[in-house]
């Protein structure tokens, strides 16, 4: 088809598609028609490896310890939905599919780029050793990504857990990233789950000091869970992940760190020979030196995915709605009375606002009530339109309701 015959082709039949849709919509519609026809293709993935047994977790019937690992594919055209894939890994059906969604969390890949998520759990009936990972979707089956089934244990953190009697699994989870990363071994995987955030300051300016190094066939894994979002660091703190054990004085090589969304002053993330980092969303507005948002030091290490949210963080303006206003990303606001107050609260960030309202007990006068923001996240490539950011309001550490900016 000439230039000439192809323009009339757009004029003709995909403009008013265009149009009517709107260029958002028809960008999405554009990739669900290309996913109908084209071959599937994995790009990459969070976990090269991990074992095939031992996962506890028993959510939506799976069955607690029979199968293995948690893997996610980033990858394209495979459709909207996960009937009708048959996805393989290490010679077998996986155990369970997760989630099949666009890539727009933490890191945004699908705005730009149409690349979709795909997450599965490792079967136990994949055979040790060196595997591969293939989908197949309408007759059509896609390229293979490296897969290797090994020993290694699974444990999870939860908003729920305990560091002092937890023993890292399902039912009886850690509380904090710090009491995981002092935990594992070499091969073992955490996943942490939604809600666990570690944004204070630890050992070297940093939100998180990964410790021990594991082995280049046996990586350590620190990767949010399916569908759950964890914040590492504050605009405050110089380092979110640092990997580094001090106890022995040597580096923390070979650590998967996946999923994360991570807000810093200066570096987010530091990676060291035989680690991956996947999938992240990083705010690092000034980065450190030769390091930038993510610094990698060694060799054989992986940066995939991750997106990368430079510049100034705005400062959020509060209104509280009794005459009292606040700025920056946590300020108190303290009730002259005790009883139950009726709180609404509007929040305004270049030029969006969130209003919401609830009430709280206020037992003392002198106790007050929080509002905090946790990261200020802005999309590059939009103009520093709002991309995503939450917002908590806390009494007493029991009454909280989380807002959304829109």
Request: aromatic fraction near 8%; glycine fraction near 12%.
């Amino acid at each position: 088809m000439g230039p000439t015959r192809w323009s009339r082709y757009v004029l003709q039949f995909l403009w008013p598609v265009m149009t009517a849709l709107g260029a958002p919509e028809f960008l999405a519609w554009t990739a669900r028609l290309e996913a109908q026809t084209a071959p599937p293709v994995l790009l990459f993935s969070d976990l090269t490896g991990g074992p095939a047994t031992g996962n506890g977790d028993d959510s939506e019937g799976r069955v607690a310890g029979r199968d293995g690992a948690i893997v996610t594919v980033w990858e394209r055209n495979l459709g909207a939905s996960p009937e009708g894939l048959t996805v393989n890994c290490a010679g077998a059906p996986v155990a369970s599919v997760y989630l099949l969604e666009n890539a727009s969390s933490p890191a945004d890949l699908w705005t730009y780029h149409r690349i979709q998520k795909l997450t599965f759990q490792v079967s136990h009936l994949a055979r040790t050793g060196s595997g591969h990972i293939t989908v197949s979707v309408n007759g059509q089956t896609s390229n293979a990504l490296p897969f290797t089934v090994r020993p290694g244990k699974i444990f999870f953190v939860k908003t729920s857990g305990n560091d002092g009697t937890g023993d890292g699994s399902w039912k009886k989870p850690w509380k904090t990233i710090p009491k995981a990363t002092t935990s594992m071994n070499p091969g073992d995987i955490t996943y942490v789950a939604n809600g666990v955030d570690q944004t204070t300051v630890s050992d070297y300016y940093s939100a998180v000091v990964l410790g021990p190094p594991a082995e280049p066939a046996w990586p350590k894994a620190l990767i949010v869970y399916p569908g759950a979002r964890s914040r590492i660091g504050n605009t405050t703190i110089r380092r979110g992940i640092f990997p580094y054990d001090s106890e022995a004085n040597v580096d923390s090589t070979n650590w998967v760190v996946a999923g994360f969304t991570v807000t810093t002053g200066k570096v987010a993330l530091q990676t060291l020979t035989g680690s991956r980092v996947v999938g992240n969303h990083v705010t690092a507005p000034e980065g450190d030196g030769a390091d930038g948002a993510i610094g990698v030091w060694g060799s054989d290490a992986a940066v995939l995915g991750n997106e990368n949210c430079g510049g100034a963080t705005p400062e959020p303006a509060w209104d509280f709605g009794d005459g009292k206003t606040g700025t920056g990303p946590g300020p108190a606001h303290p009730h002259a009375t005790p009883g139950t107050f009726v709180w609404p609260v509007h929040v305004s960030l270049d030029g969006k606002t969130c209003s919401q309202s609830g009430t709280v007990n206020i037992m003392e006068p002198s106790l007050l009530f929080t509002y905090t923001i946790a990261a200020v996240i802005h999309s590059p490539g939009a103009e520093g339109a709002l991309f995503q950011s939450d917002v908590t309001a806390v009494n007493l550490g029991t009454n909280a309701v989380n807002l959304q900016l829109t």
